[in-house]
Each structure stands twice: as C-alpha cells, then as structure tokens.
C-alpha cells in the first residue's frame, strides 16, 4: 500500500509569492483532471499528476470532455476552493447557507459584539424610505448596545439585530456545488446574492476555467418556483391552524419497523424479512442491543435512516441560524412574517426591558409592511429583525435527529434552539419510543445511558 498526500490547502497570500512562470500551474484542475484518467490509464495515480500539471491545457481539456460531454460531474468535486465572504446580510447568508454540500463558519452573533454595519436595498438607495430605513435600523443597534451595557448577554441582545446585519463567513465548497450554487444565485430574488454570485465567479473563473459551464439561470430556475406559486395560490388554499403558535409539530413520521430488521440484515443471506412481524419488546431487545456499546461522540447505526419524521417549526432567525447549520435534513423555508409574532428572551423580561424591545421591534415592522409596497417580499425583510419568526418545515431520519439533539439539548446550546429541539425529540420518542431510548443532550448522556442499561457509558 503506498498513500501520497496530492494537495492540501494554501492560502492566496502564499501562492501569491510563487514566481509568475509557475503560475500557470496554480489551478485545482490538474487534479481533477488527473483522477478523471484513473479509470481509463493504467498509470499510477502520482504519474498522472504529473502529467496534468505538464499539460494544463489540455488537462482542461480532458475535464471539459469528461465533466460535461460525457456528464461525470464528480470529478469537478476534486477541486475544492477556499472563499471568504465578508459583509454579507444575515438574511443573504441564509441563501448562501442552503447549499448542503459546502462547509460554512460564520461570525456569531452569540459571541461577538457587533458594530453598527448594514445592507441597504438598492431600490430604495436615495429615496424617503432610505432615510427612515437607516433611522430605524441605528436606533436598533444603539438598544442592542444598551441593552448589553445594562446586563443582557449578547446572544439575547441581538435578537433586537435587523436581517440587514453585515456578518462575514468563510467557505469551502468543491467545483461541482459551486456551479450549481452560482446557477442558483443568479436567479435569486435578492440582488445582493445576484452580485455575490458574480463575484464569486470572477474569482473563480480565472483559476479553474474548465470546470465551470452551467452557471447561468435557466428558465427551471426562473420561472418554475414563480410559476408554482401562482398555479397554488389560484388552486389551493392552506388554513391557518389557531391555536397560539404551538412552535413544533410532528407533522408526519415513518417507521413500520424497518430499522430494526435493517440492524440484523447484514449477518443473514436471505431476502429483507418484509412480512416478519417483530413485537414492541423484539423491537426494543434489537435496538438496545445495538446502542449497548454507544458513546456520547458515536454516530448511531446507519440502519437509523431508515426512518423519516417530518416537523413543521415557528422559529426564530435567531434560532434558525443554529438549525440551518444541520445540513443532512430537509429544510423548506416560508418568509419571514410579522403575523408569527417575535421572540423575546426571559432575560429581557427579567431585567424589565420588555417594553423597550416591543417599542423597537414594532418600528421595525411598521417599515416592513412600508417597503412591502415598493419591494418584493424578500428585501421587505432586511428590515425584520432576529427575533422575528418564520415557519420551517424540516424531513430528517431518526440518525440525524441523534446528531441534533446530541448538540443542541446540550447546556451549551443556544436557549431557543434547546428548547425547540427539545419538543422534537419528546414528540419523536412518543411515536418511536424503540427507536429514540438514548436520544437527549450530550452532558445529559451519562444518565439517559444508565437509565436504559443500568450501567455508565465508558466516557
């Protein structure tokens, strides 16, 4: 066995440094290029890389033909770019966000104290409404400061925050998710993603030429979601359910115990046992045989996906900054809508400065339905603020429920999420009790553990 370690990340200043007749080779291209040929040379895998980077056109040439003639996508992942985004909204962020197979780490609000820094919609750029989106905005952020110097943490200060908010993240993300991430960000109805993307690819463009060609706007991202929403709207109507915003609901679930037979189908020779009939306490016996050995840090059995439970949650943008970091879900966002109400932290209850927040929170919305009338909806919310809400709508399978609760029952968690997460967790266990035994906060692990099998976990 021999392992070579082909590439690894280096940053622009260094690369910068390289004299300019190497600079020709400082592309990811070669190694995509070099991994599309190992199916087709037999060469080892470092003498093709040696070859792509001889030859770094036609090694460009070779990914054109593979990647797009004949439709291997994958080897576009190979190639893998490091961006820093910097003084982007956090409601931009959450459309940069969505994209699943990318890595993300953002400024957090939790810990940073923010300076006064913010988008402003270009369609209202030297208008009325400009001077009283700023005014609006600076009386936020000087409550938010009041707020902290009167003793609110600032994770319950920024709740006060607008959308508008300038954060900064970096990002990792491969060839492949990055065209497809451009296709969709120039359709966007924002106009600050339309020119993220574009910068973006200007980046890009210049280093890795022959990976990217589908990165325009075709009519499915144009106009199918606008079509679709104006058949729904003239075809369907959704009646609001009253009662005082319950935040989780379990709208849908599967289990029709498939995972505990999938947990023994690998040590048999027969067919999926699809017309057994397993008892609750055979069902019970077989996964808790199957934890018996699991620590806070493992990952539970991959059989676990084989359920689906599907929640319908009223959440914050606070909260909902946590949640959309769990990208192995299904996760189906409406607007943001002032009719949901906001959510005030007790800290802010406590220290009697409710009517503050209200006071600021209701300006805010006020301006809302104002540029509602001048902009679409989607840059009527920069005005919103952290603690206005939204309905999400979330599909995951029990193992990624696991992975969730683990961190964010945690007593390190963010209050809101916590307490969300939480209410998933009691609802999933009530409908899949078998399934969910050792689900909870990992500083709880210890004693759920014990709980079940009468003995503590290792760590």
Partial sequence: MKVNLAGY??????????????????????????????????????????????????ARKTNQRVIFEMGHSSI??????????????RLAVEEVEHFRLASYTEKSQRYVRLKEGFFIPQEIKNTKMEKRYKKII??????????????????????????ATYTQLGMTINA?????????????????????????????KKIAPSLLRYYQATDYELKAKEELKSFSKKNFQFRNIEEEIENVRLVAYYHNDLIPKALFYSYFDGSFPQN????????????????????FYNAVP?????????????ISAAAFAQLKRHRLMTLISQYYNPKLKFTIPPSIIEKNLEKEFKENIEEAEELFYSLKEKLEIEEAQYILTN?????????????????????REDKEAQ?????????????????????????GGKDKYREIYYSIYNKYPQF
Avoid at 24 to 33: M, N, V, W
Avoid at 141 to 163: H, M, S, V
Avoid at 284 to 295: H, P, T, V
Avoid at 388 to 407: A, D, F, M, T
Wanted: net charge positive.
């Fill in 9 to 58: 990340n280096v940053d622009t200043k260094i690369l910068k440094k390289i004299p300019s007749q190497y600079k020709k080779f400082l592309t990811p291209e070669s190694l995509s290029c070099a991994y599309a040929r190992i199916s087709r040379y037999d060469l080892p895998i470092d003498k093709l890389r040696e070859i792509a980077l001889k030859e770094i056109e036609k």
């Fill in 76 to 89: 576009a992942e190979h190639s893998v770019f490091n961006i820093d985004i910097i003084n982007i909204s």
């Fill in 138 to 163: 600076k009386k936020l952020f000087n409550t938010y400061k009041d707020f902290i110097q009167k003793g609110i943490a600032k994770e319950d200060a920024r709740y006060l925050l607008p959308l």
């Fill in 176 to 204: 492949r998710s990055l065209e497809y991430m451009l296709r969709k960000f120039s359709a966007s109805p924002l106009l600050e993603v339309k020119k993220l993307g574009k910068k973006i690819f200007n980046k890009v």
């Fill in 276 to 295: 057994l009939s397993l008892s609750i306490e055979e069902k019970e016996a077989i996964i808790k045989k199957s934890l018996e050995y699991l620590e």
């Fill in 302 to 314: 991959r059989e676990f996906e084989l359920g689906f439970l599907v929640f319908e949650i009223v």
């Fill in 387 to 407: 603690a206005h809400r939204k309905r999400v709508l979330i599909g995951l399978n029990p193992r990624e429920l696991y992975h969730i609760s683990r961190l």
């Fill in 415 to 439: 209050w809101e999420i916590r307490e969300i997460v939480q209410k998933m967790s009691n609802l999933a266990k009530q409908k899949m009790p078998e399934v969910f035994l050792l689900i």
